[in-house]
């Protein structure tokens, strides 16, 4: 508490001497702080490395879709198996495309985008706290064959594919419209190259965490 009162001050002060207006908001500021640093870094990468489709940035992430729509529809197909492996596959797969969007992504359409571009990137963070939430439910839970562990996974399913449509439908084509391909290009770069790291840190992470025989 006495760590936000400080940093309530210190922006009340910076903005007080700037001569601004109403301080933005906590999250504006951030998303905005992190789209000019992932716009500088994608101006780098423009200037590095020659265009192409396979580091694009819409390109990457249907490949995501695609990637975790395989894995629902092994659910589907055996849905009375233990799915508990499948799911810790899904979740990985998941909150690495979370990820990418949420610090890479988001905020540069929240800095470049228009105000209806802007309201789907919001309504997609929503949805991505809702799945998020069912994501800590599911791993919490032992029993793979459960009523409840598959009831929970279907809904689970159900959000995702919701929220793909919406993206690939709506979101996506503003995008192509308002943001430079060769932007999307580097930015796919970047984002690739977070997603490699962000899966590794995830995979050494579990590596190392103690099994349940191995704790007791």
């Not at 922006?11 to 500021?29: E, F, L, M, T, V």
């Not at 990637?67 to 659910?75: I, N």
């Not at 797969?93 to 209806?116: S, V």
């Amino acid at each position: 508490m006495a760590a936000t009162t400080a940093a309530s001050k210190t922006r009340s002060k910076s903005s007080s001497k700037s001569g601004a207006g109403a301080p933005r908001k906590k999250n504006d500021a951030k998303s905005g702080g992190i789209a000019t640093l992932v716009g500088k870094a994608a101006d780098v990468v423009v200037g590095m490395f020659t265009p192409s489709s396979e580091t694009n940035a819409i390109s990457l992430l249907k490949t995501d879709h695609d990637t975790v729509q395989k894995m629902f529809d092994k659910v589907k197909a055996s849905p009375n198996r233990d799915h508990k492996e499948t799911f810790k596959k899904i979740k990985l797969e998941l909150d690495t495309h979370a990820h990418i969007e949420e610090t890479i992504f988001y905020p540069h359409l929240m800095k470049k985008g228009d105000k209806e571009l802007k309201k789907i990137v919001r309504e997609g963070l929503q949805e991505h706290a809702q799945v998020k939430m069912f994501l800590r439910s599911l791993s919490r839970m032992t029993n793979g064959k459960s009523e409840n562990f598959k009831a929970k996974l279907q809904v689970l399913m159900e959000d995702v594919e919701h929220h793909v449509k919406e993206e690939e439908n709506d979101m996506f084509p503003l995008v192509e419209d308002q943001i430079p391909s060769e932007k999307l290009e580097a930015l796919g770069a970047i984002m690739k190259a977070e997603k490699n790291k962000f899966k590794k840190r995830r995979t050494r992470s579990a590596a190392n965490k103690p099994t349940a025989a191995a704790a007791s």
